[in-house]
């Protein structure tokens, strides 16, 4: 995970321009990362905080060249929320940055080799999850933000039990119980698992070889301030963390609440409209 400060976002933005002739989306990704960064540290600072959270960037809707552009200015971990969608840009991201070569051009410089973004870039699974679509996500996700209820777990069970027998290297796949912070609760089941939830799936996701229990996530509810509700997720997490202490990851914060994230402590932001511009309506 790359946590640049801004200067260094900057400066690395900068050294890519150079690089890329001007790509113009580029230099606009670069300077709306930076903002994102500076509003970060100023967070940070107002929190008297000193540990940086990540920075996850949301690129759903937008195309796999903008993921290489964001990548070539030291992005390392993106978050989808559609299967089809993700499946087929982790794909093409590959194929595009296998034509990135490492190092300085015209030297025999023998790390000038393709870059393997397989290694270094990682893809958040952040949208509701249909069991059926278990199987794809684990095969490009390293992180799933949204489970959110037993059936989901069972089947992610299922296929990690099966890939860890078809292939011995596969890292497991990190999880995140998602957790639905509206009160009173509806029942629409559409914002995550109910406080009350969250032991019975952590002790499921903990006793599979193939998952790891990594945490909570939360979106903000509707017509509430985010702070109360971020602070709600932190006492969940403590909570979580007493039996589980491994299970550090807090992912909340989003580009309308992301100060409010980082004033609550938590680990994980996770940023699309104010890097990547205004999403479609329709997809
Ligand atoms: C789209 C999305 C985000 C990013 O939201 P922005 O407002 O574009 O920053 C974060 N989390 C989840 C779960 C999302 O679906």
């Excluded at 991201?93 to 296998?98: A, I, N």
């Amino acid at each position: 995970m790359v946590n640049h400060s801004p200067r260094q976002a900057l400066q690395s933005a900068a050294a890519e321009l150079f690089r890329t002739g001007e790509d113009p989306r580029s230099r606009e990704l670069a300077e709306n990362l930076a903002a994102v960064h500076a509003r970060i540290d100023r967070a940070m600072e107002l929190a008297q905080r000193s540990d940086r959270p990540s920075l996850i960037v949301v690129t759903k809707f937008f195309p796999a060249q903008d993921v290489a552009r964001l990548y070539r200015l030291g992005v390392r971990d993106v978050g989808e929320n559609r299967d089809q969608e993700a499946a087929a840009k982790a794909a093409e991201v590959r194929e595009l940055l296998s034509h990135d070569l490492v190092g300085e051009p015209d030297s025999d410089d023998p790390s000038r080799e393709p870059r393997d973004a397989e290694q270094d870039l990682h893809w958040h699974f952040i949208g509701q999850l249909q069991s059926n679509k278990a199987r794809s996500v684990i095969d490009y996700a390293d992180h799933l933000h949204s489970v959110d209820r037993m059936s989901l777990v069972k089947a992610l069970i299922k296929v990690s039990t099966q890939e860890t027998a078809a292939e011995e290297t596969q890292a497991p796949l990190r999880c995140l119980i998602q957790v639905d912070l509206r009160e009173p609760m509806p029942e629409d089941g559409r914002g995550g698992a109910s406080p009350a939830q969250i032991s019975a799936l952590a002790a499921a996701i903990d006793s599979a070889p193939g998952l790891s229990l990594s945490g909570l996530m939360a979106v903000a509810p509707l017509g509430e301030p985010a702070a109360p509700a971020f602070n709600r997720l932190q006492l969940l997490s403590a909570e979580l963390r007493e039996t589980y202490p491994q299970a550090s990851m807090v992912s909340a914060g989003m580009s309308g609440d992301l100060e409010e994230g980082v004033a609550s402590g938590a680990t994980h932001l996770r940023v699309g409209r104010d890097v990547l511009g205004e999403r479609p309506l329709q997809r």
